[in-house]
């Protein structure tokens, strides 16, 4: 699935279970801030800095980050491929030696 992709999707999804619209952009923005801290937080365990009771999954909880971004994204009117495309000419020509 590319980004376009990926956003006509969890469109799709957001009419069917989310009522046909999105929240405002603050609080999708605090789900993805959650989502990020979960990925962190597994993140943390996968590489043994923590202990944790439960078993989570790295690709669960990226995917979850993903999901809340295209949302975003689409709340927003922005397509992910602009973003990327913008950014990743960013990087090519003045950010590339901070990688």
Known sequence: MNLD???ETVD???QEHGSGRYRGKFEIM???MEELGELACTLQHTEGLRRRKTD???EDELGDLLFT???FANASELRL???LNGVMEKYQS???PEW
């Open 5 to 7: 992709e990926l956003q």
């Open 12 to 14: 799709s999804w957001i």
């Open 30 to 32: 605090a789900r993805m």
């Open 56 to 58: 989570l999954q790295l």
């Open 69 to 71: 971004l295209a949302v």
């Open 81 to 83: 491929t602009d973003c």
């Open 94 to 96: 003045q950010d590339s």
